[in-house]
T-cell receptor, first 114, second 116 residues
Framework: KAGVTQTPRYLIKTRGQQVTLSCSPI?????VSWYQQTPGQGLQFLFE???????NKGNFPGRFSGRQFSNSRSEMNVSTLELGDSALYLC?????????????FGPGTRLTVT | AQTVTQSQPEMSVQEAETVTLSCTYD???????LFWYKQPPSRQMILVIR??????QNATENRFSVNFQKAAKSFSLKISDSQLGDTAMYFC?????????????FGQGTILTVHP
């Protein structure tokens, strides 16, 4: 089976712009979770989608949003980018309907905001 | 809210030796899961081992094993016969059972370096 894929792998944006990141889960997985990884804050949970519905959400401002499509692919969007949004964004997929929702991670998208 | 603490920012070990990484967590939940993830320099996060809180038996996966002390809220990872490929950042993670729906709470990580 192919693993979790994320596109693009690297991105450079300017403060104030918006960005969309994409995640394709492992075939058969219906849940996609998103995480932000920074040296200062570590790994923080953004949100999780299952069957096109957001089931869980972390403590991030409304500038961070996501969605999931019928084929389970997910996108996350960050609007009005700030310098502090520079991070590695990881997505993880799981079956989503059976605990413990064991997650498999993608390689990440490195976002740099200048 | 749950917290996960990894008190060792960095550790090093010689090839073929054994090393133990520490993790403690704080929760009032009775139903939860604990994980160790490995993130090599290439950045792909890999699941190393998983432990269900309701299981008393410590999980093992080849050279990796855990020491799960539920009362002490401790979840350490032991790597036996360390290999150069074990060099990575290791994260301890907590997931609440029930309606956590894929939310992992991570510790700050431990950088492990295996020396030849």
């Amino acid at each position: 089976k192919a693993g979790v894929t994320q596109t693009p792998r690297y991105l450079i944006k300017t403060r104030g712009q918006q960005v969309t990141l994409s995640c394709s889960p492992i075939s058969g997985h219906r849940s996609v979770s998103w995480y932000q990884q920074t040296p200062g804050q570590g790994l923080q949970f953004l949100f999780e989608y299952f069957s096109e519905t957001q089931r869980n959400k972390g403590n991030f401002p409304g500038r961070f949003s996501g969605r999931q499509f019928s084929n389970s692919r997910s996108e996350m969007n960050v609007s009005t980018l700030e310098l502090g949004d520079s991070a590695l964004y990881l997505c993880a997929s799981s079956l989503g309907f059976q605990q413990p929702y064991e997650q498999y991670f993608g390689p990440g998208t490195r976002l740099t905001v200048t | 809210a749950q917290t996960v603490t990894q008190s060792q920012p960095e550790m090093s070990v010689q090839e073929a030796e054994t090393v133990t990484l520490s993790c403690t967590y704080d929760t009032s939940e009775s139903n939860y899961y604990l994980f160790w993830y490995k993130q090599p320099p290439s950045r792909q996060m890999i699941l190393v081992i998983r432990q269900e809180a309701y299981k008393q038996q410590n999980a093992t996966e080849n050279r990796f094993s855990v020491n799960f002390q539920k009362a002490a809220k401790s979840f350490s990872l032991k790597i036996s016969d360390s290999q150069l490929g074990d060099t990575a950042m290791y994260f301890c993670a907590f997931m609440k059972g029930g309606t956590s729906y894929g939310k992992l709470t991570f510790g700050q990580g431990t950088i492990l370096t295996v020396h030849p």
